[in-house]
């Protein structure tokens, strides 16, 4: 992909106008944004990612980050239950786990009303899976299949989703851990609306509690021995530099906002608007910096290097702090009309908060890089390099 390409419209000019319209009032409440997925939904962007031998678009991981990042622009909750959809859907293309039909039957429902799915796996006594551990949901046979019994944190989309991806344990013996296909109309779940966060206040991520809920036998995918259900951090990093793409959006809506403020600021005393002043010339250059520079490192890392681990790990930790600060310096130079309601810098702040507490977290991510540079110079010295040269080998 190039350059041109990499700032090349995806999503239709009138799909993102309605989210963006919705967005507010969404934010304010802390409602799911039924208004902004439907949007996406009409727009046949859901199926991006369904691979063509279903019907679908067969988009790849780039065009995830694409779409998602010019959602994030309108609005990064929209975004967000998105690409949970997009992702699933591109790993079926990839690896067909879902039984056939089931999954095909989905599609087909997918053209008249939004289908979407995400993964319920953090619990509150677990914490993230990203940092190890065993989930307490259990799954029991049944004579007709599973009886899942268990709660879940942080279900981004709960209250819209047609389907949870439940990790659980079952309780054979000796043990197995997989995902089960739970659809949200199946008795025994409760939603806990708990979710009341600074930011993505939209995502609807509340708890969701599952009692004895009945799942066919069938509908159970990736399952396999306690040794195996580890999440793998490294494996997962292109699709967490992804979900980083959606905060991309967030600071260049942020970089819009401040420039529009910019020019439309004609103090009385001055004459002439703020954005000719050598001082917010000089803000909006240390903003683009920041922010196009992410752009670039973000879609140069999943263009050239979605096999190094490392690479992704790296670039999502510098794009993610590149994004934050940019957002900051454009609230701090506005002062009070940047923490108002009414110009949208408030509301970007908030959610550009939330640009690294995906899983894995700031620190995991950062242990898991300081782990492979103390291998690599361990490696070297062990391979006999020269003092001078172990950091050089190192890196």
Do not use: C
């Not at 799909?15 to 009032?25: G, K, S």
């Not at 949901?137 to 942080?154: E, M, P």
């Not at 991309?248 to 942020?254: H, I, M, Q």
């Not at 959610?351 to 490696?379: C, K, M, N, Y």
């Amino acid at each position: 992909m190039t350059s041109d390409e990499n700032t090349q419209g995806i999503v239709p000019a009138e799909t993102l106008r309605r989210i963006a319209a919705a967005a507010p009032e969404a934010d304010r409440n802390g409602s799911f944004p039924w208004e902004g997925i439907r949007a996406v939904h009409d727009s046949g962007l859901l199926h991006a990612t369904v691979a063509r031998r279903y019907g679908g678009g067969g988009g790849d991981l780039l065009t995830v980050l694409r779409i998602v990042t010019e959602l994030g622009r309108a609005d990064p909750s929209v975004a967000l239950i998105s690409a949970m959809t997009l992702l699933n859907h591109l790993g079926q293309a990839a690896n067909a786990t879902w039984p056939e039909d089931y999954y095909r039957d989905l599609v087909a429902e997918g053209r008249t009303r939004p289908i979407l799915f995400n993964a319920a796996r953090v619990e509150p006594d677990l914490g993230s899976p990203a940092r190890g551990g065993l989930p307490q949901t259990i799954a029991r046979r049944t004579a007709t299949g599973w009886s899942i019994s268990g709660r879940k944190r942080f279900v981004t989309g709960s209250e819209g989703l047609t389907h949870y991806l439940v990790w659980a344990s079952t309780d054979e013996e000796p043990v197995r851990v997989g995902t089960f296909i739970v659809a949200a109309d199946t008795p025994g779940i409760t939603i806990v609306r708990n979710w009341d966060s600074l930011g993505m206040r939209a995502t609807s991520s509340h708890d969701v509690v599952f009692e004895d809920v009945a799942v066919p036998a069938d509908l159970v995918i990736n399952i396999s021995g306690v040794g195996q259900a580890t999440q793998d951090n490294r494996g997962h990093a292109a699709t967490t530099l992804v979900l980083t793409s959606i905060y991309l959006g967030v600071a260049e809506a942020a970089r819009d906002a401040f420039a529009r403020f910019a020019h439309e600021r004609v103090p009385a005393n001055l004459g002439r608007p703020i954005a000719e002043t050598d001082r917010f010339i000089t803000l909006a250059g240390e903003i683009d910096l920041l922010v196009s520079s992410a752009r670039a490192i973000l879609f140069d890392a999943l263009t050239h290097h979605a096999g190094d681990a490392e690479h992704l790990i790296r670039a999502r930790l510098i794009v993610g702090r590149q994004l934050q600060e940019a957002v900051g310096i454009a609230v701090r130079a506005l002062g009070n009309p940047g923490l108002g309601a009414e110009l949208g810098l408030e509301r970007h702040f908030r959610d550009i908060q939330s640009v690294l507490v995906h899983a894995p977290q700031e620190d995991t991510a950062i242990a898991l890089l300081g782990r492979a540079a103390f291998a690599r110079f361990r490696a070297a010295r062990d391979a006999g390099a020269a003092p001078e040269n172990l950091l050089r080998q190192a890196v």
